[in-house]
């Protein structure tokens, strides 16, 4: 079954940077975009921005530019999200989600905690 | 950026009720509208997409209805399993955008 398994939990100190993973399986990896969605404690979810996984190319809600910067690795069809400069307020859990043909979400990764502390 | 408004924020309703869930663009989306269900601890879930296409798999008593600027997520026959969080979202234009969320309660 189509299936996006994502990194695990990470903890990190104000400044630092985290990498978190998206592996995909049951499908043709270059045949659809990835998006990331956060959602902080309490608050609703929030779209980062979204890869081409056949071209490579990049859109970043402008909140996260110059901070963030996904990639994905084809051979492993591995999707990847590095945010740098970590505050307290990037505590949240971090989905990946595969994008349909109108740009719906489905499926979606099981979601990576990441709590930023010092 | 186009501003996805939710109503209510919150609801409580009993097995087998009705119920609406109102969400609203900040401009013209076309019928590019979702819908996701969201419980604690689990990935959000799709329910519709482009606007009225209920997602494999979804019982029937969810759907979807609008255009433009104002769209109506129904859920009939409530099931206590329905309790969750309902999000709106908009795939016209980049950025994506969600609504804050309408916390439903059975």
């Known amino acids: 079954q189509v299936q996006l398994v994502q990194s695990g939990p990470e903890l990190k100190k104000p400044g630092a940077s985290v990498t978190v993973s998206c592996k995909a399986s049951?499908?043709?990896?270059?045949?659809?975009?990835i998006s990331w969605v956060r959602q902080a404690p309490g608050q609703g979810l929030e779209w980062m921005g979204w890869i081409s996984t056949y071209r490579g190319n990049t859109n970043y809600a402008q909140k996260f530019q110059g901070r963030v910067t996904m990639t994905t690795d084809t051979s492993t069809s591995t999707a990847y999200m590095e945010l740098r400069g970590l505050r307290s307020d990037d505590t949240a859990v971090y989905y990946c989600?595969?994008?349909?043909?109108?740009?719906?979400?489905?499926?979606w990764g099981q979601g990576t905690l990441v709590t930023v502390s010092s | 950026d186009i501003q996805m408004t939710q109503s209510p924020s919150s609801l409580s309703a009993f097995v087998g009720d009705t119920v609406t869930i109102s969400c609203r663009a900040s401009?013209?989306?076309?019928?590019?509208l979702n819908w996701y269900q969201h419980k604690p601890g689990k990935a959000p879930k799709l329910l519709i997409y482009s606007t009225s296409t209920l997602q494999s798999g979804v019982p029937s008593r969810f759907s979807g209805s609008g255009s433009g600027t104002d769209f109506t997520l129904t859920i009939d026959s409530l099931q206590r399993e329905d309790s969750a969080v309902y999000y709106c979202?908009?795939?016209?234009?980049?950025?994506?955008?969600f609504g804050q969320g309408t916390k439903l309660e059975i």
């Open positions: 401009e013209n989306i076309n019928k590019y």
């Open positions: 979202h908009q795939s016209y234009n980049i950025p994506q955008s």
């Open positions: 049951g499908y043709t990896f270059r045949s659809y975009a």
């Open positions: 989600a595969r994008e349909g043909v109108g740009r719906w979400f489905d499926p």
